[in-house]
């Protein structure tokens, strides 16, 4: 993931301390809170952009502020000309950047993210540049609890609809995301979960979770090939040849008795 620029609002007054000549800026950040019918978003957030920072996904910056007694998630604005995204054209996307789709889909498997579109990932058709964001309904979406998150994702996707899944039609980068995955530290998972333990997470689900995301690191390959005939572009293994029937010996005749 190649290093991003991101939007300011202010240039403020020089530092005057060191020999680095800083300056203080605003920089531009899009912030979200959580309401009454979506109270995970902001714990959703963290969580999200604390992974996918971890395994190098283009995903902007965040942090939490507070504004008026509530937390907030703000993202760095990566949107340098301030016009409204265009939607991003998927089958573009997919066909040149095959093996970076496959660590954004591996994600959104990781977290259970059911809200892949087309716009809420940025392509500049330019520079090439991939954005993901937008994770409010991720891992935990609405009201959402994680005890039946895990009993109804222990083994599926975690979505049914995802715009690259409909488009992606080669396995390239899917071994070297896979092994990525599996390589991020446990401690990084157990972190993440304990920072959004601090801002609201039940705390006596710490552990569960942090079990249940680890599991899903562990298997993502074997998560998506056990699912691969959702995906409709990707080639189908061939199914199996039928057993051959179980021989059956001539049944030997009972031996005569006299009488």
């Not at 902001?42 to 190098?56: I, M, P, Q, T, Y």
């Not at 899917?174 to 998972?189: C, G, H, S, V």
């Not at 710490?206 to 079990?211: A, G, P, Q, W, Y």
Request: net charge neutral; hydrophobic share 40%.
């Amino acid at each position: 993931m190649s290093a991003s620029k991101y939007k300011i609002w202010a240039v403020g007054s020089p530092l005057n301390d060191g020999v680095s000549d800083s300056v203080h800026v605003g920089l531009a950040t899009v912030a979200k809170k959580a309401n009454a019918d979506e109270p995970n978003i902001v714990r959703n957030e963290v969580l999200c952009n604390l992974l996918a920072r971890g395994l190098f996904l283009p995903c902007p910056p965040g942090a939490l502020i507070e504004n008026g007694g509530e937390d907030y998630f703000c993202s760095l604005n990566f949107n340098l000309v301030g016009q409204s995204l265009p939607p991003t054209p998927i089958g573009t996307l997919v066909a040149t950047n095959t093996e970076l789709c496959w660590g954004i889909l591996m994600f959104d498997v990781l977290v259970m993210n059911p809200d892949r579109h087309k716009r809420n990932l940025a392509y500049d058709r330019t520079t090439g540049r991939v954005q993901i964001f937008d994770h409010s309904r991720a891992f935990l979406p609405l009201k959402t609890t994680i005890d039946p998150m895990i009993a109804l994702n222990s083994g599926g996707l975690g979505f049914t609809f995802h715009c690259l899944k409909a488009e992606i039609s080669s396995m390239s980068g899917f071994e070297y995301w896979a092994a990525r995955f599996k390589a991020l530290p446990d401690y990084f998972i157990e972190q993440a979960v304990a920072e959004i333990c601090a801002i609201g997470y039940p705390a006596d689900k710490r552990t569960v979770t942090i079990d249940f995301l680890k599991h899903r690191r562990n298997n993502i390959d074997s998560i998506i090939k056990n699912n691969i005939g959702q995906f409709p572009k990707l080639p189908q293994p061939a199914p199996l040849p039928p057993l051959p029937p179980i021989p059956i010996s001539n049944p030997v005749a009972p031996p005569q008795t006299g009488r």
